[in-house]
């Protein structure tokens, strides 16, 4: 079996450095290297989020609602990728009277950027991982929140009273969610003592019990599933999904901090969101669902089956689940979910503890 | 051992030159109408009325200052997890533990008391309040 | 880790029991803010007895720590705790007893001076946890904690002095503060940036040890380092070139706060310079011999002199008693910084003994003429010297106690400021600065002018007609007849006192 981790502090570009007999050890070559591992990276989650972002979301919605959805372009309608993709990036760019415009341009890249960046850490397996610093999981927390930034910006800069709200909704949200999160998140760095993403993983791959001869790992969702349960609810609300989509919410304040968007704007933005979701998926596949391991099939097709179904349980979620009021959304956060997200925390801690002593 | 931040560095900058390069692609191909009726902010296809930078609920304030002193103590929380299984092991199950546990009881004090003068209760503003169909 | 504490063998942070009584006090006023039966309906009774008892404890558990001899050479020695982060030893406790009993007169005169007052919860905890603030300061020995330390008794300080919301004087004063405060305290981060940038260290003694090498030693960016530091600490101690925030503060906020922090603040300010500046500059300074790299003395010497002058001069041309107090309390702190400025004496510890000293004695004058303020607030007077005429005639007894306060405010022999100025004076003859000596005198002087001119208006000018007071209020009163007795108390026991400041300070010059 191929080994998941890699012992270098780059795995993916001294991977590609061994195939080509470089020496990555060469700061320029290994500059030269990163590039072009990050560049393969992010064409891999560009394409899962044209896929999944253009086709797949309405293919599920409609699966919800009973109906067919698009089927005309190519097998499945899946030509309406390259056709949606060309439609979006050749709009007119409206720009709306009085924009604060730094701040109203910047935001889509901020949206979109942030997202992708947070992927540097993530291990896909098999050493397909940008890079493995000593802090990556505080990393990834630190870079996926951003994003709040770059909605704040786009709500307040499109001097459009439901963008407004909607920036300060998304906020709010976020902050409100961001604690437990991080907070379930540190529960879990008790059990693996690192919050290096390998280690995080490694430490997952030891048997908790032994069910008829089927060794069951200790994936933290195992070992841990209230923190697990936990996470995904709070990850809803940080990517932004039913039930926690008062940012956006369509039937109240048209599209929130992204109404006066179009264009190559508009394309960021939704693609940021997708990315964001994705990202929100492949922490939750390293640090509760084992990261790249399973049976049979490779440890990078495991990953993407992982995270994908996280995003299966937003699309799901979506169509689903109602949405929260924004007085319900803060009590929830800050009365239910940060109560236990601490108290969850205390109990790992205590019961590691007298487990350790 | 290489760096790992320049791995970082160049994704950074990848993320960065994908979006850019999506724009430029976008403002060759786009065209440009300009005309005033585009320009307005979308109310619903109405006039837009008055200004945008309206009164908004001071809830928002309230939380975010909240928010301020949770985000720090969890960045004081997260090297106590790294280091706590070591630390039973070195020094006990209670020098690890209820220094933690004073630190989050104090938070918890905090939580409390501003829970209870109402910092995390949504205030509606006395309009809405008026206007709230009683059940 | 296990000190020996009168007979006993316990944990080392037992000497930080003070501190931590002041912050569970804290603690416990939240609770019980916390599960009063409906939104703001505590009881005034409770909240402020339960500050005052906390206050009270941390005074006396300290000054039974320092009679024990805790932390000082005859009993355990400096006691460091976390990796010397906090050091418990004469100096500490010593403030903390200045702090923990200015913090106890205070919340007992809030008693009556919030009657009826919104938010007194609030009030009491911002003010217990400033006092816990401020006796950490007493304690931190890194220049992380003191920062941290520093923070905690700044920030609620700042909503302390906008307490009455509805009040123009108290809001623009609080606004001021926290303006002037944010600024200096981004001065004292940045010094301290740079005197970590130079040392490579934040902890006090490791800082004085990288610093004692001499030669490597970048003189440049720790010279301007020294300089940030020591105007984070003008700050707060309200000294030139950052005092100009004290008059606007203190006049503008409720009187009991006035005299917390003119009182327990200034004093927590000037222990975190002593220690900052006597444990990790003292060879910087040229204190051990040899010449100054960076000559901090001189600086805080001309320092003293001007924020004498500028707050005397400033006090003598008010109209306004309180506002008077309040410069008047700035040129305190000069006479304080006579402390740091004299070193070049023989006997250092005397030098720095005296400067404490006069803080204690400052402690309770300060404090005692602050609440008399809030005591004819209560009665509605007003604030001009010309209200207070034949004020004698409705209270004799808090008038006399206001002339004790002020008497021994301009070094009259009727209370401890007489000996605390003396020995400031003697300290002055013998490092040979005439020039801070002569400004101490003169500006003496000069204050005894302004004082006296309450005193005047009190006693021999006669009352206008409309002068009543109505009300008698029992806990703001005790206040200022404790303060007054303590005043009073520590001219002939100034002696039995003294020594433990000497003790606590020599042990800084090693």
């Known amino acids: 079996m191929i080994p998941l981790q890699s012992n270098s502090e780059t795995p993916f570009p001294s991977i590609i450095a061994d195939l080509l007999g470089l020496d990555a050890s060469e700061p320029a070559v290994l500059i030269v290297l990163s590039v072009v591992a990050a560049g393969v990276i992010a064409t891999v989650l560009l394409t899962m989020t044209a896929v999944l972002g253009i086709w797949g979301k309405r293919k599920i919605t409609a699966a919800f609602t009973d109906r067919i959805a698009v089927n005309r372009h190519g097998p499945y309608g899946l030509l309406i990728i390259p056709a949606d993709a060309v439609r979006l990036l050749s709009k007119e760019l409206i720009v709306p009277s009085e924009v604060d415009r730094p701040a109203w341009d910047l935001a889509p890249l901020i949206i979109a950027s942030s997202a992708l960046l947070g992927f540097a850490v993530i291990p896909f397996g098999h050493g397909l991982q940008l890079a493995d610093p000593e802090i990556g999981l505080a990393y990834v927390f630190a870079v996926a929140s951003i994003a709040s930034l770059g909605l704040l910006m786009a709500g307040y800069a499109s001097n459009n009273k439901f963008s407004f709200l909607g920036g300060l909704r998304a906020v709010a949200q976020n902050l409100a969610y961001e604690i437990p999160l991080v907070i379930t998140g540190a529960s879990v760095v008790i059990f693996a003592g690192s919050l290096r993403m390998s280690t995080i993983v490694e430490v997952q791959q030891q048997t908790l019990v032994s069910l008829g001869g089927i060794a069951i790992p200790s994936w933290f969702a195992f070992v841990n599933p209230f923190a697990f349960a936990l996470f995904l609810i709070a990850n809803l609300a940080e990517v932004g999904r039913n039930p926690f989509d008062i940012p956006e919410a369509p039937t109240e304040i048209v599209a929130g901090y992204q109404t006066e968007y179009s264009s190559v704007y508009f394309v960021l933005i939704y693609l940021g969101e997708f990315i964001h979701i994705f990202l929100g998926g492949a922490i939750i596949a390293t640090i509760f669902l084992g990261g790249a391991s399973g049976p049979v099939l490779p440890g990078v097709v495991w990953f993407f089956i992982k995270m994908i179904s996280v995003y299966l349980f937003t699309q799901w979620a979506r169509s689903a689940v109602p949405r929260v009021r924004v007085d319900q959304l803060i009590q929830i956060g800050w009365k239910g979910m940060l109560v236990l997200s601490f108290a969850n925390l205390v109990l790992t801690a205590v019961i590691v503890g007298v487990a350790a002593a | 051992m290489s760096n790992p931040w320049i791995a970082i560095g160049a994704l950074a900058l990848v993320a960065l030159a994908i979006p850019l390069s999506m724009m430029a692609v976008s403002s060759l191909l786009r065209p440009s109408v300009p005309e005033q009726g585009k320009r307005a902010v979308y109310e619903s296809g109405e006039v837009p009325t008055g200004d945008t930078r309206i009164k908004f609920n001071i809830q928002y304030y309230m939380v975010a200052l909240l928010f301020v002193v949770f985000d720090i103590e969890t960045v004081l929380i997260f090297p106590w997890t790294v280091i706590y299984q070591d630390a039973v092991a070195n020094v006990g199950l209670a020098e690890a533990l209820v220094p933690m546990l004073a630190f989050i009881g104090i938070l918890v004090i905090g939580l409390g008391w501003a829970w209870r003068n109402g910092a995390v209760k949504w205030v509606r503003s006395p309009r809405a309040q008026a206007q709230r169909v009683e059940q | ?510």
């Not at chain 3, 005074?59 to 010397?84: E, H, I, K, M, S």
Request: glycine share 10%; proline share 4%.
């Open chain 3, 1 to 510: 880790m296990v000190v020996d504490i009168a007979g006993f063998q316990v944990a080392d942070w037992v000497a930080l029991v003070p501190s931590l009584i002041l912050g569970v006090t804290a603690m416990l006023l939240f609770i019980v803010d916390s599960i009063e039966p409906r939104p703001g309906t505590s009881s005034n009774t409770v909240l402020a007895g339960l500050s005052t008892l906390g206050a009270l404890g941390a005074f006396l558990v300290a000054g039974y720590f320092l009679v024990l001899g805790v932390g000082q050479p005859r009993g355990t020695g400096a006691v460091d705790l976390f990796n010397g982060q906090l050091v418990v030893d004469g100096m500490s406790l010593f403030f903390v007893v200045i702090v923990g009993s200015v913090t106890a007169l205070v919340t007992l005169a809030s008693y009556d001076y919030l009657e009826g007052q919104e938010y007194q919860a609030e009030y009491y905890g911002l003010v217990i946890m400033a006092a816990t603030g401020m006796s950490l300061m007493a304690s931190a020995n890194s220049l992380a904690t003191i920062f941290v330390s520093l923070e905690l008794s700044s920030l609620p300080s700042y909503a302390l002095v906008a307490f009455l919301k509805k009040n123009r004087g108290s809001v623009e004063g609080g606004l001021k503060y926290l303006l002037v405060g944010a600024l200096s305290s981004s001065v004292l981060v940045y010094g301290i940036s740079l005197v970590y940038a130079a040392s490579g260290s934040l902890q006090l003694n490791a800082v004085a040890d990288a610093l004692a090498g001499g030669s490597s030693v970048p003189v440049g960016i720790l010279g301007v380092g020294i300089i940030m530091v020591l105007l984070g600490f003008a700050f707060k101690t309200a000294s030139v070139p950052f005092h100009f925030w004290a008059p606007e503060a203190y006049e503008g906020a409720p009187a009991p706060v006035s005299a917390f922090l003119s009182s327990a603040s200034k004093a927590a300010g000037f222990v975190v310079a002593f220690r900052v500046f006597l444990t990790a500059f003292p060879e910087v300074g040229g204190l051990a011999g040899g010449d100054p790299m960076v000559d901090w003395v001189t600086a805080v010497t001309v320092l003293a002199v001007v924020t004498m002058t500028v707050g005397n001069f400033a006090a003598a041309t008010q109209e306004k008693v309180k506002r008077m107090l309040a410069y008047s309390s700035v040129g305190h702190a000069g006479y304080a910084l006579i402390g740091l400025a004299a070193l070049n004496a023989p006997d250092q510890g005397f030098v720095l003994g005296a400067s404490m000293m006069h803080l204690l004695v400052y402690g309770f004058m300060n404090t005692g003429a602050f609440l008399f303020i809030a005591l004819t607030e209560h009665w509605g007077i007003g604030r001009t010297f010309q209200d207070f005429n034949g004020l004698s005639t409705q209270a004799p007894l808090a008038c006399a106690a206001m002339t004790v306060f002020l008497f021994s405010l301009a070094g009259l022999p009727i209370g401890g400021g007489f000996i605390s100025k003396l020995y400031l004076l003697a300290a002055t003859a013998q490092a040979g600065s005439w020039l801070l000596g002569a400004a101490l005198i003169v500006n003496s002087a000069l204050s005894l002018f302004y004082y006296s001119r309450v005193v005047k208006a009190m006693w021999i000018e006669d009352p206008s007609a409309d002068l009543e007071v109505d009300s008698y209020p029992s806990s703001l009163y005790a206040a200022v007849v404790i303060a007054a007795f303590v005043t009073f108390a520590l001219l002939p026991a100034f002696g039995l006192l003294s020594p433990s400041a000497f003790d606590a300070a020599s042990v800084l010059f090693g």
